[in-house]
């Protein structure tokens, strides 16, 4: 396949793209130093609020792929981010795990279990979930909080298959409240396109996005906005394969155009 464009920047997801569980995927590794050799600019991306930005460069660069905190994004970051815009220090009740809380106490943010107290629900990736966060969430939706969500994702990658994730959280909480979410920040959202090209300084047109499956890793040329206007996107498939190359595709989900990917073969 012929390499006509390398981008400035690449905004690379990690779950089942560079890693699955605690394995580097095949050629993952080279992929990234071939790309940085070549001068683009990586990020790498979760949607994943198990691990803070640092959590997750400690185990890239114990994985041998060199990585600063500021140089990965994540949902609860985003998240974090997104509502000290539309409400700074407003007080949340989390439907989430240790990591997701600690972000969002280190932005200013109050946690609460007190239904009538709550501003904003946040259902995340939740391993601890039951019946009683169901209760609250239930209680302050119907009070009035607004419901918000780190990410979409059905299911995470994991060596076993995948594991139930956010979605699976959301859907318990819009079953019993009949309130659809009303904000997800995570990808393929323009909230997470926006922050993407704020840390890279960069319009979408510069940026390609890589990810593992298809409908979360669509990148788009920006309006100034964050919305977006072109679907593209750097796509891995399925787990196992050998090689990255860089190349051009046609996406016959979007008719004729075609879009500069980073795919395994």
Not at 10 to 34: C, H, M, Q, S, W
Not at 54 to 75: Q, W
Not at 124 to 139: E, G, N, V
Request: hydrophobic share 45%; net charge positive.
């Amino acid at each position: 396949m012929t390499v006509d464009r390398i981008f400035p920047s690449y905004a690379l997801d990690l779950d089942g793209t560079i890693y699955l569980g605690d394995a580097l995927l095949p050629e993952a590794k080279r992929a990234v130093e071939t790309l940085r050799t070549a001068g683009s600019c990586i990020l790498f991306l979760s949607n994943n609020p198990l691990q803070t930005r640092a959590d997750y460069a400690a185990k890239l660069n114990h994985l041998g792929v060199p990585a600063a905190p500021d140089e990965v994004i994540n949902s609860s970051w985003v998240l974090a981010r997104w509502l000290e815009r539309e409400a700074p220090g407003a007080r949340l009740f989390v439907v989430g795990e240790a990591p997701l809380l600690g972000e969002l106490r280190a932005a200013g943010f109050r946690l609460t279990e007190e239904p009538g107290a709550v501003e904003f629900v946040v259902a995340s990736f939740d391993r601890t979930f039951d019946y009683r966060k169901l209760q609250i969430a239930f209680d302050a939706i119907r009070a009035g909080a607004r419901f918000v969500a780190t990410n979409g994702d059905r299911y995470c990658p994991a060596l076993t298959g995948g594991l139930p994730d956010a979605a699976a959280v959301i859907g318990a909480i819009e079953g019993c409240t009949g309130k659809q979410v009303e904000v997800v920040v995570g990808k393929p959202s323009p909230i997470a396109a926006r922050a993407i090209l704020d840390q890279l300084r960069l319009p979408a047109s510069e940026c390609i996005i890589v990810g593992d499956r298809r409908r979360p890793h669509r990148c788009h040329h920006a309006r100034a906005t964050g919305r977006f206007r072109h679907p593209a996107r750097l796509c891995a498939p399925p787990v196992g394969r050998a090689a990255f190359e860089v190349g051009r595709i046609g996406n016959p989900t979007y008719g004729a155009a075609t879009w500069t990917v980073v795919t395994t073969t």
